[in-house]
């Protein structure tokens, strides 16, 4: 028995074909998350307190921050004195505002180096197995070390001065990068679309350029941020003990050790960069944990 055929509906396919297909790029989507993220919103404002203040600091601090006014000296916080004066009568608004610029230079500076030379180290030991033993050896020298301890030992060799901060902090924190992106690199070489890329005959800087460290970002994006924080905290503690920046280029590290004799007196002088310094550290932190949160798919599963 043949039953008859259902009725067509051209209405409803024509519905079906209508119904647009929306697929987001994976970057989108990594954004999306990333705004509605409460940790990374609340670093990134932070942050960008700092940041909007270091860009701006010749606008919103004319006053030159090594001009000396002895008659204002102590001055407490107040209408004319945002932040007061310190012993010398300085500013310590500009001095603050502009020893924020100090440090974000500082910082974005060692990141682009770590950037840099960390992945580059790091991928050779990775890929190139041959490399590695050695490489990682003097990574394991270094990193012997405690971080601040090597980088007080590298400015006291090299001498107090912005550039020798950057160098130090670079040579410190290069090999903890470096061993991030190797751990990353030793996986994805294993891959299977690595593998096949390898029987396709491509070349072994064609397979790291356009297959393995672009899937390494994203550990190494939330090293380099909490790697910023470090570094801003170590320019301040080597500023603070005389090895950062010459005075009177102000900096926040320089700026509490001239104010800790006074406190008793004048403790806005110390309280005040302190508190920049904990803003800038406390969001840098934040922002990366959103981003770990983010893109590390292990806690993605577990969400």
Do not use: C
């Not at 910082?107 to 041959?130: C, D, E, K, P, Q």
């Not at 050695?134 to 400015?155: K, Q, Y």
């Not at 070489?189 to 005959?201: I, K």
């Not at 080597?238 to 006074?262: C, D, H, K």
């Amino acid at each position: 028995m043949n039953l008859p055929d259902a009725p067509s509906r051209p209405d409803a396919e024509a519905d079906i074909q209508d119904v647009p297909i929306h697929r987001q790029h994976p970057a989108w989507m990594t954004l999306r998350r990333l705004f509605r993220h409460q940790l990374f919103l609340t670093g990134i404002g932070l942050f960008g307190i700092i940041l909007a203040a270091a860009i701006l600091a010749p606008i919103i601090a004319p006053v030159d921050p090594t001009k000396l006014a002895m008659r204002y000296k102590f001055r407490p916080p107040d209408g004319t004195f945002i932040f007061g004066t310190d012993n010398f009568g300085r500013s310590l608004w500009s001095r603050v505002i502009w020893g924020a610029q100090l440090s974000v230079v500082i910082g974005f500076s060692v990141v682009l180096l770590n950037a840099i030379f960390g992945t580059l180290i790091g991928a050779l030991a990775g890929y190139f197995r041959s490399l590695d033993n050695g490489l990682m050896r003097v990574n394991d020298a270094l990193m012997a070390f405690p971080a601040i301890l090597l980088a007080i030992g590298v400015t006291a060799v090299l001498g107090p001065s912005t550039f020798n901060v950057i160098l130090a902090l670079a040579v410190v924190y290069i090999p903890r990068t470096a061993r991030i992106v190797r751990s990353s690199v030793i996986v994805l070489r294993e891959m299977e679309y690595v593998q096949a890329a390898v029987a396709a005959g491509a070349g072994h800087w064609r397979i790291l350029r356009r297959h393995i460290l672009p899937n390494a970002m994203a550990p190494l994006i939330v090293q380099l941020s909490f790697l910023f924080a470090y570094a801003v905290l170590s320019e301040a503690t080597l500023s603070f003990l005389g090895l950062g920046a010459v005075p009177p280029t102000p900096t926040w590290g320089n700026i509490m050790a001239e104010g800790r004799q006074y406190m008793s007196e004048a403790s806005w002088i110390i309280t005040i960069p302190g508190i920049a310094l904990m803003i800038t550290v406390m969001g840098l932190n934040l922002l990366g944990d959103g981003l770990r949160d983010v893109l590390d798919p292990r806690l993605r599963i577990q969400q």
